[in-house]
Nanobody, 124 residues
Framework: QVQLVESGGGLVQAGGSLRLSCAAS????????VGWFRQAPGKEREFVAA????????VYADSVKGRFTISRDNAKNTVYLQMNSLKPEDTAVYYC?????????????????WGQGTQVTVSS
C-alpha cells in the first residue's frame, strides 16, 4: 500500500506560479510511476503530467507543456509539480497518483493509488 498526500495548492493570480508536492508513505515510492491529474468543477478528470517508473522520461498534456514540470525526489518519497504561467483554466483540484504501469500514463484507471487532492485557483 502507498498513501499519498498532496499539498501546495492555493489562490494565485494569472501568470503566477505554484509548486505542488505529493508525499508518499508506505511501500518504496521509487517502484512506481507517478502522475498528476486535475478535475475542474463540472468537468471530467484530466491528465496533467507523469514521470515514468524509471524516472527518466516525462509525459505532459498539451495544455500544460512548457509551463508545468513534474519531478520526483525518491530520497524524500515526494513528487512535485512546478506550475508556471498559470491561467484561469488551470483552476481545478489536483491529484497525484502512483502505479506500476509501463505505459498509458495519461489513463487514470491504470494508477493504483491516489491522494485526496489539493485545490488550485487561478484568478484573472
Amino acid at each position: 500500500q502507498v498513501q499519498l498526500v498532496e499539498s501546495g495548492g492555493g489562490l494565485v493570480q494569472a501568470g503566477g506560479s505554484l509548486r505542488l508536492s505529493c508525499a508518499a508513505s508506505g511501500r518504496t515510492f521509487s517502484r512506481y510511476a507517478v502522475g498528476w491529474f486535475r478535475q475542474a468543477p463540472g468537468k471530467e478528470r484530466e491528465f496533467v503530467a507523469a514521470r515514468t517508473l524509471s524516472g527518466i522520461s516525462t509525459v505532459y498534456a498539451d495544455s500544460v507543456k512548457g509551463r508545468f514540470t513534474i519531478s520526483r525526489d525518491n530520497a524524500k518519497n515526494t513528487v512535485y509539480l512546478q506550475m508556471n504561467s498559470l491561467k484561469p483554466e488551470d483552476t481545478a483540484v489536483y491529484y497525484c497518483a502512483a502505479g506500476s504501469l509501463l505505459g498509458g500514463y495519461d489513463r487514470g484507471p491504470l494508477y493504483d493509488y491516489w491522494g485526496q487532492g489539493t485545490q488550485v485557483t487561478v484568478s484573472s
